[in-house]
């Protein structure tokens, strides 16, 4: 059965079954999700959105209900012209209803667009992108973005060959009423209410008030931790108002050096922070940012997994032993300080060294290429050298890579690498 014959069999107001030859004749063109099967135990409050979500919007029936009442007010009240559109109303509110149901659950516009073609396309529906918590008020997207993706349905429909469709209700005006609409049903409206805001607004009155009661204190909650991938990216985290007065301004800060870049650092409402998290060539690792604001403070936990791959190498003073060692003694003209790595990735690996120290000048030493070892040959008798040995502190960076497109950097004097340095003496 097609994803739109499904939705109409479940707006239809009859009994009667769609017919096997119509199902089989519409196939090849899905317009609509196909219905849920629900188990016995699971929730039923999702009103028919495919897949499961957080935020519970209302029965497509009613969403429908509303759209064909805006038909009606746009050419009676306010004396419309028809215009022409490749989306019908049914597909309009589903796919509608479908994206907005994408966004209030934690995806951002891109992800839900892509998420909602995908299923016209016959896909099965994508997971919400996180777990908002229940209670307040549940922030909708901006009507630009609403407005972009009722243009690529647009678009997609013209692709599908669909026949053109006459209605009054433009399609920004679809898109404006038809979220406010469910802006005011996830809200804790019910749908009599939710009609008599959204056409309080079209005769020219004040935007309603939602159906959420607000308690005097600030009160902010996250969705669920995030476990990162070790590779590292940019993520998202959202911050969701469930209580408040006035202004609830809160600040983020972040105390971890591992995760950067966090967008924006203030706000008010509901929103969504961006923040950039480096590779972890170590063991699993906490990052916190911190949500502070009038009345109290949140903490997110951005937890990242630990590397795979295990790279590490150690120092050998051949003149003293072969064991490893954290220091190399400089006693001759060419003394031999030699570094060896090992590691786990696959395939052809990649060593690239950099050793920086001081002697007399800075001296940075790189080599690249397939060799696990590096050899660094320094001479007695330098600057700052004694007869007892003078310190001089190494800063060794390994960079490996395989031709699998995995690579990991490791640093003398970080983790599990000890600090390394040089004892050099007058020769």
């Keep these: 059965m097609s994803r739109l014959t499904a939705c109409l069999c479940l707006l239809a107001l009859t009994a009667s079954a769609c017919s096997r030859d119509s199902q089989r004749a519409a196939a090849s063109a899905p317009t609509g999700p196909t219905a849920l099967a629900v188990t016995a135990g699971e929730p039923t409050g999702l009103g028919g959105i495919s897949g499961p979500a957080a935020v519970s919007f209302p029965a497509r029936s009613d969403a429908f209900e509303f759209r064909n009442q805006l038909e009606t007010k746009y050419q009676v009240g306010l004396n419309r012209g028809a215009s022409t559109s490749a989306v019908d109303r049914e597909g309009e509110v589903v796919w509608l209803q479908e994206y907005v149901r994408y966004r209030v659950n934690g995806c951002d516009h891109g992800t839900a667009v892509q998420r909602v073609l995908a299923q016209i396309d016959g896909g ?27 243009q690529a349905l647009e678009s997609r429909y013209q692709q599908m060959n669909r026949g053109l469709t006459q209605s009054f209700v433009d399609a920004e005006g679809a898109v404006v009423w038809t979220t406010e609409y469910l802006r005011y049903r996830t809200n804790a409206c019910d749908h009599a209410s939710a009609v008599q805001k959204v056409f309080t607004q079209i005769d020219g009155g004040a935007a309603p008030a939602t159906c959420v009661p607000v308690s005097e204190a600030c009160t902010y909650r996250f969705g669920a ?34 995760v950067s870049g966090l967008s924006p650092t203030t706000g008010d409402g509901s929103g969504q922070v961006e923040f950039r998290v480096s590779q972890n060539d170590g063991a699993r690792r906490t990052g916190n940012i911190r949500f502070d604001y009038a009345g109290g403070s949140i903490t997110y936990q951005a937890v990242q997994t630990a590397s795979p791959f295990a790279v590490s190498f150690n120092l050998v003073d051949g003149f003293k032993s072969t064991g490893a060692t954290t220091e190399c003694e400089i006693r001759s003209t060419a003394t031999p300080c030699t570094f060896t790595a090992s590691a786990n990735l696959l395939g052809t690996q990649t060593y690239n060294w950099r050793l920086v120290y001081s002697y007399g000048i800075d001296k940075t030493i790189t080599q690249s290429g397939s060799s696990n070892t590096f050899v660094l040959t320094e001479g007695c008798g330098g600057a700052n050298s004694t007869t007892d040995g003078f310190y001089l502190d190494l800063s060794m960076t390994l960079l490996m890579r395989d031709d699998r497109g995995n690579e990991v950097t490791v640093r003398s004097g970080e983790g599990s690498q000890p600090a390394l340095r040089l004892k050099v003496f007058r020769c």
């Excluded at 777990?131 to 993706?149: I, W």
């Excluded at 931790?225 to 006035?246: C, N, R, W």
């Design 124 to 150: 099965a529906a994508g997971a919400v992108c996180s777990d908002v918590p229940a209670g307040g008020a549940v922030a909708f997207p901006s009507r630009a973005d609403a407005l972009t993706f009722r």
């Design 225 to 258: 931790d995030q476990e990162l991938p070790y590779t590292g990216g940019t993520f998202t985290v959202g911050i969701f108002k469930l209580a408040g007065t006035g202004a609830c301004t809160w600040t983020a800060t972040n105390s971890a050096s591992f």
